[in-house]
């Protein structure tokens, strides 16, 4: 009787550690993969800001050398030297290129967080359609309605009320002021998905809030203003950075719209072009008595560029991190 005992205690154990190991096995597995998958993906992000500094760091006499692949023999700063009096100068094309950004994101925030609150706590008729709408303009490429755009700044006029006055019809194209209009009337850059943002965040707000200014006084715009918009926050948050970071970087809308404008992403795209290759390494070559310089100087300028460019972009990332994911999670983009 004994022995039997024994024997089932031996035979229950068996398949329990057995189990044991199984589950040990696929936790082990399951991590080892998962950071193998996470190393990759971040390897392969940031292999190009690894494979940038060494480029923008050497000196141009060893730009090219097969001898210098990670840690350059000599580190420089040239390369940002040369970019700087390519391209920024002063620091005036830089600081037009964010103050554009700003007045745009405001713009964006103001009118698409009334547009979104409308269709989100509002009734009235054809609100469907006009929400439909909204999700068309998104869907719908840009480059479709340019020539429409295009021609109706090129002739400018409300309602033929400038041509009775002037006696002909205003040229808005090449002038910063068509930007703004844009951005007004609901067509700058991702604004259908900003106005939608608002809309799902709006949507999402107790409706306590709106009775109890209602008992209190007041009315639609009171409402709007003093409780619902100062509530919006992580939404205002999330549109004013997402319109800055695209805005900042537009090279469509500025270029079509405003191609001779003080924006810094045109004036990259037009300094760098394959077509200034030569202009750019004569530079170089008279500045810095660099008789040698080829193909690969005019790349390690034009990346410290792109690096500089994208300063103010990264401050803004690790300034405010881990607020812009909580904030993604509060406005309706998540979920």
């Not at 194209?173 to 106005?195: E, R």
């Amino acid at each position: 009787m004994t022995q039997t005992k024994a024997a089932i205690k031996t035979s229950s154990k068996k398949p329990l550690s057995l189990y044991k190991v199984k589950e040990t096995t696929k936790k082990i597995l399951f991590w080892y993969a998962f950071i193998s998958l996470i190393i990759g993906l971040g390897f392969a992000i940031l292999y190009p800001l690894i494979k940038l500094i060494p480029t923008v760091l050497n000196s141009f006499e060893d730009l090219g050398n097969p001898d210098v692949v990670w840690i350059p023999k000599e580190f420089s700063f040239v390369s940002f030297e040369a970019a700087v009096r390519l391209v920024f100068g002063n620091g005036m094309p830089m600081v037009h290129s964010i103050l554009y950004a700003v007045v745009i994101a405001i713009i964006q925030i103001f009118v698409c967080a009334i547009a979104g609150y409308s269709l989100g706590r509002v009734n009235f008729w054809g609100k469907n359609v006009v929400m439909f709408l909204v999700i068309l303009s998104f869907v719908v490429p840009p480059q479709s309605l340019l020539i429409s755009q295009y021609l109706s700044f090129k002739d400018f006029d409300i309602l033929g009320i400038i041509t009775a006055i002037t006696g002909s019809s205003v040229d808005l194209i090449n002038k910063p002021i068509t930007l703004y209009l844009l951005a007004i009337f609901g067509f700058g850059v991702k604004q259908s998905m900003f106005v939608f943002v608002f809309r799902q965040f709006f949507r999402g707000l107790p409706k306590e809030l709106e009775e109890a200014s209602l008992i209190d006084g007041c009315g639609f715009y009171q409402t709007y203003f003093r409780i619902c918009l100062p509530n919006a926050i992580p939404a205002i948050m999330t549109v004013g950075i997402l319109s800055f970071v695209w805005n900042y970087g537009d090279t469509y809308y500025t270029g079509f719209f405003h191609p001779d404008g003080p924006y810094l992403s045109i004036k990259l795209a037009q300094t760098f072009s394959s077509a200034n290759v030569d202009n750019i390494l004569f530079a170089i070559q008279t500045w810095y008595s660099v008789p040698t310089a080829n193909v690969f100087a005019f790349d390690a300028v034009k990346q410290a560029a792109a690096f500089i460019y994208l300063l103010p972009l990264l401050i803004i990332y690790f300034a405010i991190q881990k607020r812009l994911v909580e904030n993604f999670e509060q406005s309706g983009i998540v979920g």
